[in-house]
């Protein structure tokens, strides 16, 4: 076995399934508010054209896939973050991939080099477990930015040194962030991008979140969008990654895009071909008419911004909701064992809730996901309202 294996922790999930074991839920309707998996119904087009496109399952797809879901995803990209016209070309710079889930961790595999000094690898502290995941088994060591209400639930990358830069070779990045929902700034991003380049470090921005913002005038800020506007429209060191999983509620689909840097999407391109992961021409068709579709997207949004205004209005005067930029997650800081919380919110009111310190390593004695739970408003907006009075009549 890889003994990089048992470096590995439990996932979150495991931890949670393990922590309520022995808990008997309280005796009403069952709300999961723990896992970010959404719950609304992918639009009717969408499973039509699945359909349509069924034959398409008899033969091998290409790695870097059809031509025209490229174009389309190059054109959702220049659109949705103002880049350049031919800045970010079908041919060079966008990947379609299998789910972010797989690219965020692949791509560590494929770029991350050994034999370098630099050993570091970043990520925001709570973080998605891929990224640590994605560092150990690359041989890497990750190194664990803590994100705290003082900097807005975002790391503060501005009290790293370039001592610090020079000991790092790649950046995750968590733009909406997860659980927090608080995208990076444009300025910040500039800011890391500059950085980036002076020190030849890879940012590798999440962006998975970003097409469920709550003000409809200001969506999140990209990466790619930072880099065209201070000029690098050849997205040096740059590389974002989306999804349909969030955005379209097609998380079975499996289906995302990396874009970015020329060169580096040519060596990753060069990986997936050995690694076999190309995408099924049916879920190509798909998500050629989701990308090109933003009706149903922005009725999405819709739905979480009506479940987050309810939810807020029922429990705002008895725990902290702060309704977040972005994301479908609630982060409230409840002020103590936030295990205890999640045993006795299912004990006493049937509602799965993630703890926070399943989602964070302990640094220098800090955990900055401890006293938090994440609340997941996938559910639907009758079972978030019941849940909501439910937890109002426990709290």
Known sequence: ??????RLMPYPFERLRQLTANVTPADLPEVSWSIGEPKHPAPAFLTDTLNQNISGFSQYPTTNGMAALRETISRWCQRRFSLPPGSLTAERHVLPVTGTREALFSIVQALFDAT???????MPNPFYQIYEGATFL????????????????????DALTDADWDNCQM????????????????????????????H???????????????????PPPGLLQAAASIGHDDYRNCLAFH??????????????????????IAEFLRYRTYHGCAMPLPHQHVSIAAWQDEAHVAANRALYNQKYRAVQEILSDKMPVHVPQASFYLWPNLGRDDTKVACEWLQESNIRVLPGQYLCREVDGVTPGYGHV????????????DAAERLRKLL
């Open 116 to 122: 370098s000094p630099k050993r570091e690898v970043w």
């Open 374 to 385: 994440r609340i997941a408003l996938v559910a639907e907006l009758d079972a978030c309202i």
């Open 200 to 218: 030849n470090v890879l940012l590798i921005s999440d962006e998975c979140y970003s097409e469920l913002y709550r003000d409809e005038a200001h």
């Open 1 to 6: 076995m890889n003994p990089l294996m048992t």
């Open 138 to 157: 690359a041989g890497g060591q990750p190194r664990y930015l803590p994100c705290l209400a003082e900097t807005n639930y975002q790391p503060n990358f």
């Open 171 to 198: 950046v995750f990045l968590c733009t909406p962030g997860n659980p927090s929902g608080q995208p990076l700034p444009l300025s910040q991003l500039k800011s890391l991008i500059r950085k980036a380049i002076d």
């Open 243 to 264: 999804s349909l999983s969030k955005r379209s509620n097609l998380p079975g689909l499996r289906s995302g895009f990396v874009a970015g840097n020329a060169s580096v």
